[in-house]
Nanobody
Framework: QVQLVESGGGLVQAGGSLRLSCAAS????????MGWFRQAPGKEREFVAAISWSGGSTAYVDSVKGRFTISKDNAKNTLYLQMNSLKPEDTAVYYCAADSKPYGSAWRRSADFDSWGQGTQVTVSS
């Protein structure tokens, strides 16, 4: 498995931006498919975005398309989620996830990921 540490969450007004980061351990980060999930109070964890091992394929939940961008920097072993035009309904704890099996795709299911971070809180005020 992979050790993951998220950062970059915080409080922002509606319409603002945040960039989440997820630092990963391991020498084979470049081979990992990665994803972001979120969980709002009283709701189940939901898929937000994913990126294939190569970065050549991405996937997003419809509610964030055109506003969020997922990317990975293999030289820094870091996954990012750039969030623009934030809305109050984006408020949640955001989790980074990794598929430590090499050469994975942009998975959408949480079951496809075997490593999880501790989460970072994002709060969007109206």
């Amino acid at each position: 498995q992979v050790q993951l540490v998220e950062s970059g969450g915080g409080l922002v007004q509606a319409g603002g931006s945040l960039r989440l980061s997820c630092a990963a351990s391991g020498r084979t980060f470049s081979r990992y498919a990665m994803g972001w999930f979120r969980q709002a109070p009283g709701k189940e964890r939901e898929f937000v975005a994913a990126i294939s091992w190569s970065g050549g394929s991405t996937a997003y939940v419809d509610s964030v398309k055109g506003r969020f961008t997922i990317s990975k920097d293999n030289a820094k072993n870091t996954l990012y989620l750039q969030m623009n035009s934030l809305k109050p309904e984006d408020t949640a704890v955001y989790y980074c996830a990794a598929d430590s099996k090499p050469y994975g795709s942009a998975w959408r299911r949480s079951a496809d990921f075997d490593s999880w971070g501790q989460g970072t809180q994002v709060t969007v005020s109206s």
